[in-house]
DNA sequence: TTGAAAGCGATACCAA
DNA sequence: TTGGTATCGCTTTCAA
């Protein structure tokens, strides 16, 4: 491969020009500009990433936290990615992947190695033990989630608390009195992960504030932990009359279960999931619901992470409001 | 963070010794070693990538092109994913995310630049426009997938072709004469996706050897698209008695629409599907597969590449048998 | 507006 | 078994 000195030899000019001309750090005449150009795409030169990010100390890459289990939403961990991915793109930055079955370990490899300027951390756990770790690391970090003490962090996600209290406000809106929310998988409880407890918190707050008769439950991801799931549910409510649902890979075998045992949503039972858009679609029949937006949700962390590296912002929480999309699977309550 | 030299100095040793520890690149005395080693923990030492891989030449960075659109098996991916990054870090490196609609130019970039040592393609296309220019950067590049002209690369796969055959022998030998494969969405056939292509024409050789009836829909991921691929099935063959199913997605909206026309499988209708063994296992009726053993795979990828990189493996293409697992859903056909 | 040269922090060759 | 040091390819300060 062609180095910086060959394309400044072939332009007739100095390494550092060639360097300024490719970084834009300082101004350089137009004439200058176009013989290096020349060379690089001649030589086609491409910057050597090892040697920038030494001199530089910027390595361009973005590590990125992922869960690469399945317990929980495959399509909306990919929406995530996807997002991550495009937007670190756009800032001329690529993404390293780092497992999560890592560990704080893998945070420390990438980091104190200076091989990522940053790091993006998804599937937070309210006691995550990678907080502390982010804490020391002093590198440019954003949590996808929200942990129990989130203090000098930055965080950004959907606002799961709010967008569990708004789908019991929605149904109480029509009319509800008694609802029920299912769950991720109770190995997603246990670990305590940020999103699936806040859920929780504001649908019991929604429960509360509109004076509802409730359960909840976990929901397992096969067509068996749905029909369980429904079962405990008309079990602890007999006459349940809306569901709020956060698992959006149950969501198709719970709409089967139910059409199996003759219930005809929203006549008898009123649904609303909170769940990426194109899931809640895709269904046998649409389902209102509020919209995981992972993409943009991803695309916030990389906008986060690149203002911190440029010094533009500081430590902050973000949390996007839910938002409901009307699809019909709401109805008032049947009359007893 | 500590430099090499903090630790050679701390140490009281030279910077090459301290080096050579870390690389047993050369014989070291115990005596030495332990000075180095108690020295490295101490500072905390962790080798600067940038300064590593502008000295070895090796960035110990994999760069892996994955498909981040979702018109085909997410939890497949993962799988791929999942298997590529643990096996990476079996061998010490680590993996940078390239999106696939970067296109041969996301290649060229990560690989000119000497930020990655090797490259892993998923979803290869038949007539992939990314596999001249893979030629032409002449970096250790594993293919999963199958393109028309692999000659000089590496390619690791599931013997698709021979799934789609395996799959159809399997009907033929419970007694079925009629029988359907129902494929992936038909963007996948558009672009030639390599796997989709090739249990096509395994299917197709199968139909022929057993002299079957036979006919072939894509399947959109929708419970419309289910519905319709269904309807068209019937349509075509109308007393089919075996299906074949290659598109995870909709197994589940395909039992669903049976059961709802009152279709009993596997009385009424055999069903053999290719998916991950966890996704014909999670279904409302376990169904006899083949898997696409994604993990397997993706960690072969490493195992390839890595091959490549010491020098120890030359271009090879390694197709794993397909193996039928079965689970019951498959039956002789009824009388007629 | 441009050039020269001192690092950046490792590796690995040449000596001893 | 160990040390000294040139080198990797780029960025950036200092000078002109």
Same mark, same amino acid.
Request: aromatic share 4%; hydrophobic share 45%; glycine share 8%.
């Given at each position: 491969?062609?180095?910086?000195?060959?394309?400044?030899?072939? *332009?007739?000019?100095?390494?550092?020009?060639?360097?300024?001309?490719?970084?834009?750090?300082?101004?350089?005449?137009?004439?200058?500009?176009?013989?290096?150009?020349?060379?690089?795409?001649?030589?086609?030169?491409?910057?050597?990433?090892?040697?920038?990010?030494?001199?530089?100390?910027?390595?361009?890459?973005?590590?990125?936290?992922?869960?690469?289990?399945?317990?929980?939403?495959?399509?909306?961990?990919?929406?995530?990615?996807?997002?991550?991915?495009?937007?670190?793109?756009?800032?001329?930055?690529?993404?390293?992947?780092?497992?999560?079955?890592?560990?704080?370990?893998?945070?420390?490899?990438?980091?104190?190695?200076?091989?990522?300027?940053?790091?993006?951390?998804?599937?937070?756990?309210?006691?995550?033990?990678?907080?502390?770790?982010?804490?020391?690391?002093?590198?440019?970090?954003?949590?996808?989630?929200?942990?129990?003490?989130?203090?000098?962090?930055?965080?950004?996600?959907?606002?799961?608390?709010?967008?569990?209290?708004?789908?019991?406000?929605?149904?109480?809106?029509?009319?509800?009195?008694?609802?029920?929310?299912?769950?991720?998988?109770? *190995?997603?409880?246990?670990?305590? %992960?940020?999103?699936?407890?806040?859920?929780?918190?504001?649908?019991?707050?929604?429960?509360?504030?509109?004076?509802? %008769?409730?359960?909840?439950?976990?929901?397992?991801?096969?067509?068996?932990?749905? *029909?369980?799931?429904?079962?405990?549910?008309?079990?602890?409510?007999?006459?349940?009359?809306?569901?709020?649902?956060?698992?959006?890979?149950?969501?198709?075998?719970?709409?089967?279960?139910?059409?199996?045992?003759?219930?005809?949503?929203?006549?008898?039972?009123?649904?609303?999931?909170?769940?990426?858009?194109?899931? *809640?679609?895709?269904?046998?029949?649409?389902?209102?619901?509020?919209?995981?937006?992972?993409?943009?949700?991803?695309?916030?962390?990389?906008?986060?992470?690149?203002?911190?590296?440029?010094?533009?912002?500081?430590?902050?929480?973000?949390?996007?409001?839910?938002?409901?999309?009307?699809?019909?699977?709401?109805?008032?309550?049947?009359?007893?």
């Amino acid at each position: 491969m062609a180095t910086i000195d060959d394309v400044a030899r072939a *332009a007739g000019v100095s390494t550092s020009t060639v360097s300024y001309v490719l970084s834009g750090r300082r101004p350089i005449s137009p004439e200058t500009r176009a013989r290096v150009e020349a060379s690089i795409t001649e030589l086609g030169y491409r910057p050597n990433a090892g040697a920038r990010a030494l001199a530089s100390r910027r390595s361009k890459i973005l590590a990125l936290v992922a869960p690469l289990r399945s317990d929980n939403g495959v399509p909306v961990i990919m929406h995530f990615v996807a997002g991550i991915a495009t937007a670190a793109r756009s800032y001329d930055h690529d993404v390293l992947l780092v497992t999560q079955d890592e560990g704080p370990t893998g945070l420390a490899r990438v980091s104190e190695g200076a091989m990522v300027d940053g790091l993006i951390v998804m599937d937070v756990e309210a006691d995550d033990q990678r907080v502390p770790v982010l804490r020391k690391l002093g590198r440019p970090s954003v949590l996808i989630g929200l942990p129990d003490a989130p203090s000098g962090l930055n965080c950004v996600d959907l606002d799961f608390a709010g967008a569990g209290y708004e789908a019991v406000a929605h149904l109480a809106n029509h009319g509800h009195k008694r609802v029920a929310l299912v769950g991720p998988p109770s *190995a997603v409880y246990e670990r305590r %992960t940020s999103f699936a407890t806040r859920v929780l918190s504001g649908f019991e707050t929604g429960v509360t504030t509109y004076d509802l %008769t409730a359960t909840t439950t976990a929901c397992e991801l096969t067509y068996d932990g749905a *029909a369980t799931a429904i079962a405990k549910i008309f079990d602890a409510v007999p006459d349940v009359t809306g569901l709020v649902v956060h698992n959006e890979a149950s969501l198709g075998p719970i709409l089967a279960v139910l059409r199996s045992s003759g219930i005809v949503v929203p006549r008898d039972l009123s649904i609303i999931a909170i769940c990426p858009d194109d899931v *809640a679609v895709d269904l046998p029949l649409p389902v209102t619901s509020i919209d995981i937006p992972g993409e943009k949700i991803g695309a916030m962390a990389v906008d986060m992470v690149m203002g911190i590296l440029d010094g533009s912002q500081g430590a902050e929480t973000r949390l996007l409001a839910p938002r409901i999309t009307d699809r019909g699977s709401c109805a008032p309550p049947p009359e007893r």
